[in-house]
């Protein structure tokens, strides 16, 4: 199906445990992001990445790594995740930086840590 | 970094208008307003945006303050489906793109 897509829904890990998230979107668009939303809160901007091989931190970059190999793949990577990563993640794309262009979400993964 | 200030929570009538207020006093001159609501349990979606004049869709209409100090969402009809968190964000052109999410404004819609 077209659109943006993120895998797994539901996560459940440990502390230390590498985890990878997939974003997937099929509209060829540019620009990519990642965001977490805490309890109660609203998004905050982890990476983001204008095109292939360029991605740039956004606020909250510490504990997760990115790449982007492939236009319309951005995984997010926590590398030994902490109790504190417990979040909902956020996967968005948008065609252009210019400001008339939507960032279109995706579903979300529900992330714990025990 | 231009700032936003919004109230926490708003309450509507089913099928009366909404009016959303949204404060970015330090916004630019290039920087468009962009507003995205988040239904419980999904991602946030796009509803509209301007830069210094009204704007409509088929979502909303947002009306833009002429010093561009303040700008206000407005739902024609409230439905239940309406009921969510609404985001005004100052889009900052040179910014690479992103969108810096403040806390929102939380709509409850009555029947």
């Known amino acids: 199906d077209a659109g943006i897509t993120q895998s797994p829904r539901y996560k459940i890990t440990e502390t230390g445990r590498q985890v990878t998230l997939m974003c997937h979107q099929t509209?060829?668009?540019?620009?990519m992001f990642w965001y977490r939303q805490d309890l109660g809160h609203g998004l905050r901007l982890i990476y983001y990445?204008?095109?292939?091989?360029?991605?740039d931190k956004g606020e909250v970059p510490d504990g997760y790594v990115v790449s982007r190999s492939k236009t319309e793949n951005f995984p997010l990577t926590l590398e030994s995740a902490t109790r504190s990563q417990t979040s909902v993640y956020f996967c968005?794309?948008?065609?252009?930086?210019?400001?008339?262009?939507?960032?279109?979400f995706g579903p979300g993964t529900r992330l714990t840590v025990l | 970094d231009a700032k936003t200030t919004q109230p926490n929570s708003m309450e509507s009538n089913e099928e009366e208008p909404v009016h959303l207020p949204c404060n970015h006093s330090?916004?630019?001159?290039?920087?468009?307003i962009h507003w995205y609501r988040q239904l419980p349990s999904q991602g946030p979606e796009y509803v509209i945006h301007?830069?210094?004049s009204n704007v409509n869709n088929r979502m909303a209409s947002l009306a833009i303050a002429e010093d561009r100090k303040s700008s206000t969402l407005i739902l024609h009809r409230a439905t239940l489906r309406d009921a969510a968190v609404y985001y005004c964000?100052?889009?900052?052109?040179?910014?690479?793109?992103?969108?810096?999410f403040g806390q929102g404004t939380e709509l409850s819609v009555k029947p």
């Open positions: 990445s204008a095109a292939a091989d360029i991605t």
């Open positions: 330090t916004i630019s001159g290039t920087d468009y």
């Open positions: 968005a794309s948008s065609l252009d930086r210019q400001g008339y262009n939507e960032q279109f």
């Open positions: 509209w060829s668009h540019s620009y």
């Open positions: 301007g830069l210094t």
């Open positions: 964000i100052p889009y900052i052109y040179n910014q690479g793109g992103k969108l810096i």
